[in-house]
């Protein structure tokens, strides 16, 4: 089978897996006034955002249960059992009924399509990276930015999807019936990933290595130092993604950015991130992941702040796609090589497991809750700058994981 057909097994599946989280966030507005209706704004996006959180709590369930899975059973089941859950729970939020038709128990609806798309993404970070790390050692860092890649094109898709809603309906109708047009775009490519995924042969490395009868036992009782390396290294890429997902809301809500220019600067960072982080994964492979890597990070903690502080004092389109886009290069250029950096941490017969864990233990404390808190430090002290904050912690943290990498694969 050629190596082009096996990116797009790992790549259509992830970035459908990644879409359908895009739109939650992005429409977390239009959501949260059919399922949250407190009569208060911020109280029904606080809402909104936090049953976006509950997702990342089904995260570490899914990494172990699917992680452990792929290990034993083969990368290709656990891929395809993944798009197969997520397929279901984007089903769910497509045709949910809303609060003011069945009360209360909406919620409950909406919050348990959530857990399925959480326990499903737990593990497709883990068996798709494996996956697409394990085909040619040699290019480990090139094809294991595909990943990386296929989540820029769920960016581009989510955010020109919104973007283009936005501009198109009236409010009324976006909050009314538009927010659902997404989630059945995202159904209807559910099928065709899982048509790929299917028939795509296990790869080489993992198909030439011993396997694990228990991958969890093995990882816990003997990978903890480098599942904590794992984690630390996912820190900077996971807050950037997440901020990100933020930022047209924090645009329309607090800058006054129009959302339709807020929704193009996130297009450009997902088409940033799509571009580049093959080039950068490609890099890595040559000079070394540590030489490509750490320069974003350093570059992204001393610029962060002022970047932010020049955009809340000149609110415009210019500044904000400077913003996104300095931050679509840093993700491509930390988070393409992250991958193939983090799989050649874990030995094969317990890669998957260790990936998985290392990265699901990781987002629900960095990424899941970033939309909640930083809502509601805005809210509670009236700084606009505290998404730069956060940005700048998650860059000295990255910086002090690749050191702590770069030992243990030395």
């Given at each position: 089978?050629?190596?082009?057909?096996?990116?797009?097994?790992?790549?259509?599946?992830?970035?459908?897996?990644?879409?359908?989280?895009?739109?939650?966030?992005?429409?977390?507005?239009?959501?949260?006034?059919?399922?949250?209706?407190?009569?208060?704004?911020?109280?029904?996006?606080?809402?909104?955002?936090?049953?976006?959180?509950?997702a990342?709590?089904?995260?570490?369930?899914g990494?172990?249960?699917l992680?452990?899975?792929?290990?034993?059973?083969?990368?290709?089941?656990?891929?395809t059992?993944a798009?197969?859950?997520?397929?279901?729970?984007?089903?769910?939020?497509?045709?949910?009924?809303?609060?003011?038709?069945?009360?209360?128990?909406?919620?409950?609806?909406?919050?348990?399509?959530r857990?399925?798309?959480?326990f499903?993404?737990?593990?497709?970070?883990?068996?798709?990276?494996?996956?697409?790390?394990?085909?040619?050692?040699?290019?480990?860092?090139?094809?294991?930015s595909?990943?990386?890649?296929?989540?820029?094109?769920?960016?581009?898709?989510?955010?020109?999807?919104?973007?283009?809603?936005?501009?198109m309906?009236?409010?009324a109708?976006?909050?009314g019936?538009?927010?659902?047009i997404?989630?059945?775009?995202?159904?209807?490519?559910?099928?065709?990933?899982?048509?790929?995924?299917?028939?795509?042969?296990?790869?080489?490395?993992?198909?030439?290595?011993?396997?694990?009868?228990?991958?969890?036992?093995?990882?816990?009782?003997?990978?903890?130092?480098?599942?904590?390396?794992?984690?630390?290294?996912?820190?900077?890429?996971?807050?950037?993604?997440?901020?990100?997902?933020f930022?047209?809301?924090?645009?329309t809500?607090?800058?006054?950015?129009?959302?339709?220019?807020?929704?193009?600067?996130?297009?450009?960072?997902g088409?940033?991130?799509?571009?580049?982080?093959?080039?950068?994964?490609?890099?890595?492979?040559?000079?070394?992941?540590?030489?490509?890597?750490?320069?974003g990070?350093?570059?992204?903690?001393?610029?962060?702040?002022?970047?932010?502080?020049?955009?809340?004092?000149t609110?415009?389109?210019?500044?904000?796609?400077?913003?996104q886009?300095f931050?679509?290069?840093?993700?491509?250029?930390?988070?393409?090589?992250?991958?193939?950096?983090?799989?050649?941490?874990?030995?094969?017969?317990?890669r998957?497991t260790g990936l998985?864990?290392?990265?699901?233990?990781?987002v629900?404390?960095?990424?899941?809750?970033?939309?909640?808190?930083?809502?509601?430090?805005i809210?509670?002290?009236?700084?606009k700058?505290?998404?730069?904050?956060?940005?700048?912690?998650?860059?000295?943290?990255?910086?002090?994981?690749?050191?702590?990498?770069?030992?243990?694969?030395?």
């Amino acid at each position: 089978m050629s190596r082009a057909r096996v990116v797009l097994a790992a790549s259509v599946g992830n970035a459908l897996e990644w879409f359908d989280l895009l739109v939650f966030g992005y429409l977390s507005g239009p959501i949260s006034s059919q399922f949250f209706p407190a009569g208060n704004e911020v109280a029904s996006l606080l809402a909104t955002f936090a049953t976006f959180a509950v997702a990342f709590a089904a995260r570490p369930l899914g990494a172990a249960v699917l992680g452990a899975y792929a290990d034993r059973a083969g990368r290709t089941k656990a891929l395809t059992l993944a798009v197969a859950l997520m397929t279901v729970g984007t089903a769910i939020i497509a045709f949910a009924p809303t609060f003011h038709q069945i009360g209360p128990a909406a919620t409950v609806v909406l919050v348990i399509a959530r857990l399925i798309q959480g326990f499903s993404a737990g593990g497709e970070f883990g068996s798709a990276t494996a996956f697409l790390a394990e085909q040619n050692p040699a290019r480990r860092g090139f094809y294991a930015s595909w990943q990386v890649a296929s989540q820029g094109f769920a960016t581009v898709l989510a955010a020109g999807f919104t973007g283009v809603l936005t501009a198109m309906l009236a409010p009324a109708d976006l909050q009314g019936w538009g927010w659902r047009i997404p989630f059945m775009f995202g159904l209807l490519l559910g099928p065709v990933s899982l048509y790929i995924r299917w028939y795509v042969p296990e790869p080489p490395e993992y198909r030439a290595a011993d396997h694990s009868a228990t991958p969890l036992r093995e990882t816990l009782a003997t990978q903890k130092r480098r599942l904590l390396v794992a984690m630390s290294l996912i820190v900077l890429p996971t807050v950037l993604t997440y901020i990100n997902l933020f930022m047209p809301g924090y645009a329309t809500r607090e800058l006054g950015i129009p959302a339709s220019a807020a929704f193009f600067a996130a297009f450009v960072t997902g088409a940033v991130q799509l571009t580049t982080a093959p080039i950068f994964g490609a890099l890595s492979d040559r000079y070394g992941r540590l030489r490509v890597m750490a320069p974003g990070a350093v570059a992204m903690l001393v610029l962060v702040y002022p970047l932010y502080l020049w955009l809340q004092a000149t609110p415009t389109l210019a500044a904000m796609l400077t913003l996104q886009a300095f931050s679509g290069l840093v993700l491509a250029s930390y988070f393409g090589p992250a991958p193939s950096v983090m799989a050649e941490l874990f030995p094969v017969r317990v890669r998957t497991t260790g990936l998985a864990l290392g990265y699901n233990l990781a987002v629900p404390l960095f990424g899941g809750l970033a939309p909640f808190l930083i809502t509601w430090l805005i809210a509670a002290s009236g700084d606009k700058l505290a998404p730069g904050y956060y940005v700048a912690f998650a860059s000295a943290v990255g910086l002090l994981a690749l050191l702590a990498a770069r030992r243990l694969r030395a």
